[in-house]
């Protein structure tokens, strides 16, 4: 917990220069030797405690954050996103319905570990219908006749980013008032379209143990 702590206090401050650290012509950085190292050795290993460590820290945050995805660009590419999204949907009989992979086809196009520098969008987007749209059921395909089609209308898929873009989870009453209502009403009318008695009923006149969520 204290690792944590440590490790989110860090992250926590603002980016700011490092005197004591250097980028090579690569873009490597690499920290000032002659900055003093102070090392404690414990039973569990040996711990750095200094201030290159927070130098080089204030770096990496730096390339990170130099990286995002800023307002402008997030309305660009929302728009080309809801642009590829309604080809799919147009185009989808023109695929095959499921996928013509084995198990495991995905490991060899995907690095061992996570990348540590980002890549540009449309990059992202080559890889997508290149290593994974080869491997996806096409649910939406009108050949596709297992399990439902469920959650695949544009008023859903918009509806859907709504919900993300606001981003909150309303596991309780308190935690988002407006979740937790619009749900139980919902969950009431879709009880008085299957005919459920009253007694089953979030918000009847009668003494209701009704109720749940939707899952």
Request: aromatic fraction near 10%; charge should be neutral.
């Amino acid at each position: 917990m204290r690792l944590f702590g440590d490790c989110r206090s860090l992250f926590a401050r603002p980016p700011q220069s490092s005197p004591s650290a250097t980028t090579t012509t690569t873009g490597a950085v690499t920290a000032d030797t002659s900055t003093p190292t102070t090392t404690r050795k414990g039973t569990k290993g040996t711990v750095i405690t200094t201030e290159k460590l927070d130098n080089s820290t204030d770096k990496l945050i730096q390339r990170i954050f130099a990286k995002q995805m800023d307002t402008n660009e997030f309305r660009r590419r929302g728009k080309q996103m809801v642009d590829y999204i309604a080809d799919y949907l147009e185009t989808i009989s023109q695929r095959r319905v499921t996928p013509d992979v084995e198990p495991g086809y995905l490991k060899d196009f995907l690095p061992d570990s996570a990348p540590k520098r980002s890549e540009d969008w449309d990059k992202i987007m080559i890889d997508f219908e290149k290593y994974i749209m080869p491997g996806v059921t096409h649910w939406q395909h009108p050949r596709f006749h297992a399990y439902f089609p469920a959650g695949n209308s544009y008023p859903s898929i918009l509806a859907d980013m709504l919900s993300d873009g606001i981003g909150c989870v309303g596991f309780s009453w308190a935690a988002s008032p407006a979740c937790t209502e619009l749900e139980i009403i919902m969950l009431d009318w879709m009880g008085k379209m299957i005919g459920l008695p009253k007694e089953f009923l979030c918000l009847s006149d009668h003494k209701s143990k009704g109720g749940g969520v939707i899952q």
